[in-house]
């Protein structure tokens, strides 16, 4: 046992929560050196390309495939009747609610019998090289007997329409509807009521990476590795094993380092069961690299919603009323559909409004299944919501920061509940408005738009609050509402804190480690951090809803303190000074008067001198802390809602655009906007992640969308046809914070990992209507892309 050291009391208070510590391994990044999925595929891997269906909704008549099989390389063709044979459906990763439980969804990896959408997989060719195997599916013929099919909301709400989902009674996949007040009585008597529309076009999360998915059966051992494009490795282990039909500790998922997943790469794709099979069945590892193309059949958020505001002359907003119908395509094992349903929980956002209802349809249409996108349907609320906002302002000839300033909810009014059941936690939205109009310079902005009035080239200013509950924790999710990490230190006194949370290509392995490393008294870069193993690492939901570090850093902190509660108990042992005097700082264990020992040494002696320095211990020096989230409520309240989130961050956002009145094209002039997520561990990770956000929003509210022919086919096939925004498209976004605590976490913490989008989505969109003057209530279509604006230019109509 090394000597106890001498040292300064001075060395031993040390945070590093609320330091912006470069990124952990940011370096490997950017230098290439990273390995991701598809660099991971075996040199004895065979490959997997898929056959996909033209038809929105057709029978399977046959599928030939004696042509394929005898293409050069080809080694197995199996279609969906071969594949049922081989494995279950796969199972929702939630549950429906209520009577409707058991309502089958699409569950098979392929279709079988019949499609239900345009690019559902039919049959699946395996060969030893992709180009083999992409040349090869091109030849499988597939005869099919075209059926009717229901492409729109309405087609699908009408009478007599096809059922998309056999043994449905209807195509109403779930409703919802949150109130507070009397609606009627209240718009009725309102001094002003302003009716709007937001018509919200699909579009997708389009990550750098595709789905990449490699199954590597071990037949001695009757074992599958699954490695993958995987937000959500337990889920998925779960879903593939009750498909496969084995235990779950005969699967093992591991989730490498993401280039993107944005929701996209959550759990429910049907080729991760898939390459289980069919490597299962060949003896071979097998992999699905997705192309591009499919990449875009991923669609989300269509949606069109009508809503009436109601006021005061003054300004005072007495009521919010929306009605809403969302076509979530077919239903597959994933949890994309569920979105619209947290649309309307978020109502009305961070204003006081005492009078709500909103009702929600989710609707099956012969389209893809939904994939999660960041998000999550909150981003959707908070644009109907400031549209509304800004309609209303443009009425009363009121100042759209004006009118926001007479109705933002106070800082002593939170916590508060929303009308659906939610909890809003802390913030100070007047605070936070005035300090965003000082950094965005708003009077100057409004200077600068005057001077250019009545030019060819206009001149749009936005402004948007945005709620975001974060820390998502919903009954019947698996997992839900916890998450578990284990620390443990090595004899040599290095520290390993295995999480059930992943990371999405974010750093939040650098967080998680910072909150450790506070605890120890030592380094972040001393920590190392473990995700993505199921073999490896606790239960654990992955990533979503901002939990890496709201939830999974938390039990990380917690297993931390325990830890060291262990090691003060070591160092008592050894410095001869009461545990609860011990301090931690530098890598050492400090006892009062400047005794001290280092933390390796502490490690080394408590695992080799358990009778003397690990006294009292129990070893090793491991611990395991779950975090449950607080602030949820699963309990009806008095009108049946429960609360599913337990954090809410919030932004304040505005923009300046300018509109080329010739064109329809619109130049993205200034970007600014405020957040509070309570404390931050890491403040650059935070502001890394809004500005990503932010420049989502632009783009969803500017340029992406997808687009189909008729039939359902898919138009917008690559980024030439699907937009994205570009560096060169935008400006410097410029950020600032706030703090305001959660009292309803132990550090603090809110959720941080999807504010900005919601925010950026609708300060634009009213960017866009301020710069259109008197035609700000046609600017109905999201997105607002050039030919849109056009048309509404030259013709008066927004399509």
């Known amino acids: 046992m090394d000597e106890a050291q001498s040292s300064s009391d001075a060395e031993v208070t040390e945070s590093w929560i609320g330091r912006s510590v470069p990124r952990l391994g940011g370096l490997a990044f ?79 990896c392929l279709a079988v019998g019949a499609t239900a959408y345009a690019g559902q997989p039919v049959a699946a060719v395996v060969a030893r090289t992709p180009h083999d195997a992409e040349a090869a599916a091109a030849r499988v013929e597939v005869s099919y007997e075209i059926r009717p099919a229901a492409l729109t909301t309405e087609a699908a709400l009408a009478d007599g329409a096809p059922i998309v989902h056999s043994c ?94 944005f929701g996209f790469k959550m759990a429910g794709h049907p080729e991760e069961v898939l390459v289980g099979l069919l490597s299962r069945r060949l003896g071979r590892p097998v992999a699905y690299v997705e192309n591009r193309r499919d990449t875009m059949r991923g669609h989300c958020r269509e ?95 009121i100042d759209p920061a004006q009118l926001r300033a007479r109705n933002l909810v106070r ?3 939170l916590p508060r509940r929303l009308p659906s059941g939610l909890n809003v936690d802390s913030g100070d939205y007047p605070k936070a408005l005035a300090q965003l109009m000082n950094l965005f310079g708003y009077d100057d902005w409004r200077a600068r738009q005057a001077a250019r009035a009545g030019g060819e080239w206009r001149i749009g200013i936005g402004l948007a609050c945005e709620l975001t509950p974060e820390g998502g924790a919903r009954p019947g999710a698996f997992p839900s509402g916890f998450e578990t990490a284990a620390i443990r230190m090595s004899p040599m006194g290095h520290v390993e804190v295995a999480l059930g949370v992943t990371s999405p290509g974010s750093g939040n392995e650098t967080g998680i480690a910072q909150l450790v490393a506070s605890v120890l008294g030592l380094e972040p870069t001393a920590i190392r951090v473990v995700q993505g193993d199921t073999d490896r690492v606790p239960v654990g939901t992955g990533n979503a809803s901002s939990r890496a570090l709201l939830y999974g850093g938390t039990a990380a902190h917690l297993a931390a303190t325990d830890l060291r509660a262990k090691l003060a108990v070591c160092a008592s042992n050894v410095l001869q000074a009461p545990a609860d005097a011990i301090r931690f700082a530098g890598g050492s264990a400090h006892a009062p008067g400047g005794a001290s020992v280092t933390l390796a040494a502490l490690a080394l002696g408590a695992h080799t001198h358990p009778f003397t320095v690990g006294a009292d211990v129990e070893l ?105 925004p570009r560096s060169t498209d935008l400006p410097p976004i410029r950020v600032g914070h706030l703090s305001t605590p959660s009292p309803f976490h132990p550090l603090g913490m809110k959720g941080g990992g999807e504010s900005g989008l919601g925010g950026a989505l609708a300060a634009m969109t009213n960017a866009v209507g301020d710069a259109l003057g008197s035609a700000a209530g046609r600017v109905t279509t999201v997105p607002a892309t050039p030919p849109r604006l056009l048309r509404l230019l030259t013709e008066g109509a927004l399509v």
Request: glycine share 10%.
């Open 411 to 413: 800082a002593d009014a």
């Open 168 to 261: 449905w009674g209807s195509n109403v996949v779930a409703t919802d509807h949150v109130r507070a007040g009397d609606i009627d009585a209240v718009l009725r008597a309102a001094d002003v009521t302003v009716e709007g529309e937001v018509v919200v076009h699909p579009s997708t999360a389009a990550p750098m990476e595709p789905l990449c998915y490699v199954g590597d059966w071990d037949g001695r051992l009757g074992r599958l590795t699954l490695t993958g494009t995987l937000q959500n490795p337990h889920t998925t282990r779960w879903q593939v094993a009750t498909a496969l039909g084995l235990n779950e500790t005969d699967v093992r998922v591991v989730a490498p380092p993401a280039g993107g997943t």
């Open 30 to 108: 950017t230098a290439g050196q990273v390995r991701y999925t598809a660099d991971l595929i075996p040199r004895d891997a065979l490959f997997v390309a898929l056959v996909r269906s033209p038809h929105a909704c057709a029978r399977i008549v046959a599928v030939q495939a004696d042509a394929a099989s005898s293409e050069p390389g080809v080694v197995a063709v199996i279609d969906g009747s071969e594949a049922a044979t081989l494995c279950a459906p796969m199972p929702p990763a939630l549950p429906f609610r209520g009577p409707d439980a058991n309502r089958p969804i699409i569950g098979r």
């Open 620 to 724: 090793p020096l491991e611990a395991t802390r779950s975090y449950r989230a607080r602030n949820i409520r699963v309990e009806p309240d008095e009108a049946g809602r429960i609360a599913t989130y337990s954090s809410f961050p919030y932004s304040i956002h505005a923009a300046a655009i300018e509109l080329d009145t010739g064109t329809g094209r619109i130049g993205v002039l200034d970007i600014a906007a405020v957040h509070d997520c309570g404390v931050m561990v890491n403040p650059a990770l935070v502001t890394g992640q809004l500005k990503g956000a932010i420049a989502m929003g632009v783009g969803a509210a500017l340029w992406e969308e997808l687009t189909y022919a008729a039939g359902g086919r898919q138009i917008s096939d690559r980024f030439k046809r699907y937009l994205l």
């Open 303 to 397: 949606q069109t919603h009508r809503f009436a505001i109601a006021a005061t002359f003054e300004g005072r907003i007495l009521a919010f009323r929306d009605t809403f119908v969302a076509d979530v395509g077919t239903i597959g094992p994933g949890n994309g559909w569920t979105m619209p349903l947290i649309t309307a929980t978020v109502f009305p956002t961070v204003y006081d409004v005492p009078t709500i209802d909103v009702a929600g349809t989710l609707v099956a249409t012969n389209k893809a299944p939904w994939q999660p996108i960041r998000g999550y349907g909150k981003e959707i609320a908070n644009l109907v919501m400031e549209r509304a906002v800004d309609l209303l302002a443009g009425h009363l000839g």
